[in-house]
């Protein structure tokens, strides 16, 4: 049964490393949440690791850019593994073939940076669908449109046999106080229309591969009891913790706080009902971290 507790200070002490997802935990797409970075900064300081789990669909240089203009401090954390770069080691490794027919925007061109991740690494050029070998999906061409505006492509790319690599396996995000779609809802779009798509981020295994390699590097062999995952997307962040079979400190004050009717704790009740609803078991459940 899933524990609420009041502070990550709680239970941090019983593991080595923590696998952080950034929106809606850290940030809310706008600015960085005070009580978050200070409890990230009271987990480094007693001997913790941090790896920050994002499902952005950018390369992890990006990222730390983007949560330095936020006021994400980088004693904050230690490394960052992205669904970008997890996605791009398979782009360039010919997932998707070497022509490739690119949705997102312009802050996703970095996609299509070189890579050190991969050894020899092919040659990948953008194409119009009808030139293509495959769909690189970083998200909608407009993130408040319907997914829907993308059938006549899909039918098109289904009919030629394309492969769609998603990037990002996010449904939503909150922008501030915004919804946006994401890559994800396009990729299950595809799926329900008959094509094929792959993904690369949370909860599927390839990313925490990534964040287990990041860690690698900074010298830390942390097992499996050793690592909280902490996120407020209970198909993502939960549910790929579930499938790594580490535990898990669900957000409800995210995605969620509407159904957890949260405030500043999550309403007991509401958390066991949706919890269940989604067919979903966290070890733990604060409303915000803090």
Sequence with gaps: MTQII???????????????????????????????VAALQAYRKRGGTVVLLTNAPRPRTDVERQIARMGVPT?????????????????YRGIVGTKIWFM??????????????????????????EEAEGIVCCGPFDPHADPDVNRPQFLYAKQKGLK???????IVVD????????????ARL???MGGESLYFGKPHPPIYDLARARLT??????????????????HTDI???MGEDIDSLFITGGLAAADTLTREQPDPDALRSYLEREQATPTFAIGFLR
């Excluded at 590097?217 to 209970?234: Q, T, W």
């Design 104 to 129: 997102g925007e312009t802050h996703d061109n970095g996609f299509f940076d070189p890579i050190k991740l991969v050894h020899d690494p092919i040659k990948v050029t953008r194409v119009p669908l």
């Design 6 to 36: 009041t502070q990550l200070a709680d239970i941090s002490d019983r593991y080595d490393a923590l696998f952080v997802d950034l929106w809606g935990c850290v940030h809310n797409g706008v600015t960085a949440y005070p009580d978050a």
């Design 175 to 186: 922008r501030g106080e915004s919804r946006e779609w994401c890559a994800g809802a396009l």
């Design 164 to 170: 769609l690599l998603c990037a990002n396996p996010d």
């Design 75 to 91: 004693d904050a954390w230690d490394t960052i593994a992205t669904s970008g770069d997890s996605a791009r080691s398979a782009m």
């Design 190 to 192: 595809y799926t329900e």
């Design 217 to 234: 590097e900074l010298g830390r062999d942390v097992p499996n009891s050793g690592i909280l995952a902490i996120g407020d997307g209970v």
């Design 239 to 241: 549910d790929g913790a």
